[in-house]
Structures are given as C-alpha cells and as structure tokens.
C-alpha cells in the first residue's frame, strides 16, 4: 500500500489546469476597473479652487463675519471645508475644542477617501504571483506531456516523445499567458493606487490649510465674546460685538 503523497496530490491539481487562474485575473480586473472608474469619479466631485477659498475664508474671518465665512465653507464640496466647517463650529468652546473637533472630522473624512483602495493595492501586489501560480501548473503540464506513455520502450518511446514536443511548447506558452495577465491586471491597480494617494495627499494638505485658519481665529481675543447660534451650532459673536 502506497503512502499518501503531497507531491502527486498537487501534480493531479495541475492536470486541472491553469485556465481557472485566468478567470480569476479577469475577474479581479473588473473589480479593480469599477473601483478606479469608482474612485475617480468621487474625487472628482470633491474638486474645488481651495486657493481661493482659503483667501475669502481668511478674510471673512478677519472682518469677524463668521456666518459668512461658514456659508463660503458649505458652499464647497471639498472635505477640507467639511472639516473647517466642523471646527468652525465649536470655536465658541475654544480651540482646544476646536482642534479636537476637527481632528474627529478629519479621521472620517480619510476613511472616506481611502476607501476601497486597499483592494486596488492587495491586487496590485498580487496579482502577478497569481499569474505566476498558472504558469507553474501550465509548466508542470507540459512536462508531465513529456513521460513516454506506460509500458513504451525504444524506439517507440523515442516517436511519442517527438510527437509531444509540439503539444509541450503550445502548453508552455499557454502557461506564460497567465503570467501575462497577471502583469496586465497588475500594472494599472499600482498605477491607479499611487495616483489616487497623491490625490488624497493633496486633499488633506488643503484641509490643514483650512484647520490651522480656524485654529488661529480660535486663538483670538474675540472668541471670548457672547456666542451666537447658527444653523444650531454656537458661534462666536463677531469681533465688533465683544468692544
């Protein structure tokens, strides 16, 4: 009685063949060209001349006209001015609060924009070893094509060999396919990946510009007049009212 034997396990493995693995690269193209497709229509949406709002912030905040300077902030659909307008909010409870308010902000915020991108990572990474998995099991077919059939010796053997050669550089570049395609799924989840991140870097530069505007407003002698509520939310009078 023979022992069990992992080698012969995965040789009847690869007799399956390699097919499966492609199917599997196209179908994590797919996924990858949704969330690409996904991610960068979202991004878009987010566009806004942060430049420009960061001069007319800053100035509404100096003119002490913080309804103003809150409109211009939910006006734009950039996550920067969701987070100033957050902090905006609570600088009536000082710019401890402030600060902490937008730092809660600014942690949802990023989920937000990092989301889904660790599968465009994950299959960026990977995906060419999974290719590279179905050009083993190809490679491992064709050689096992080699083996002159049971029972078969000579010169008879030697004909079996040379009629399997071609069906063995057919199953070899075959094999090659999958790796192939692992690169060509690959290559644009990296590409897609590394821009989106300086795509968001840029965002959360821009949100710090707004942060520190608002923690400088904070941080001022007119905080310390009454508040007054807008849209429900407490907020400093404006600095002519605390004379």
């Known amino acids: 009685m023979h022992g069990f034997s992992l080698i012969k396990l995965f040789t009847s493995f690869a007799m399956m063949g390699a097919e499966w693995v492609m199917w599997v690269l196209i179908a994590l193209s797919f996924v990858s060209v949704s969330i690409m497709i996904e991610r960068a229509r979202y991004y878009r949406s987010l566009r806004d001349d942060l430049d420009a709002l960061a001069v007319r912030f800053e100035a509404l905040l100096r003119q002490g006209d913080l309804a103003g300077a809150a409109k211009a902030l ?133 949100t710090e510009a707004l942060t520190q505007l608002v923690l400088a407003h904070a941080h001022s002698p007119a905080i310390a007049a009454p508040a007054k509520r807008i849209n429900g939310h407490a907020e400093p009078a404006p600095a002519s009212a605390a004379s």
């Open 74 to 206: 939910r006006a734009s659909p950039s996550p920067a001015a969701l987070v100033a307008l957050a902090g905006l909010r609570e600088v009536s409870r000082g710019a401890a609060a402030a600060d902490c308010v937008m730092i809660s902000s600014l942690a949802r915020v990023r989920r937000e924009l990092e989301r889904r991108l660790a599968f465009l990572n994950t299959v960026g990474n990977n995906a060419p070893f999974v290719g590279l998995f179905g050009t083993v099991i190809g490679i491992i077919q064709a050689f096992d094509a080699l083996k002159p059939p049971a029972g078969v010796r000579g010169a008879a053997a030697a004909a079996a060999a040379a009629s399997a050669t071609g069906r063995v550089m057919g199953t070899i570049a075959e094999a090659l396919v999958a790796t192939a395609i692992g690169l060509l799924v690959a290559i644009p989840a990296v590409a897609a990946f590394n821009y989106f991140q300086r795509q968001i870097k840029s965002m959360l530069t821009d």
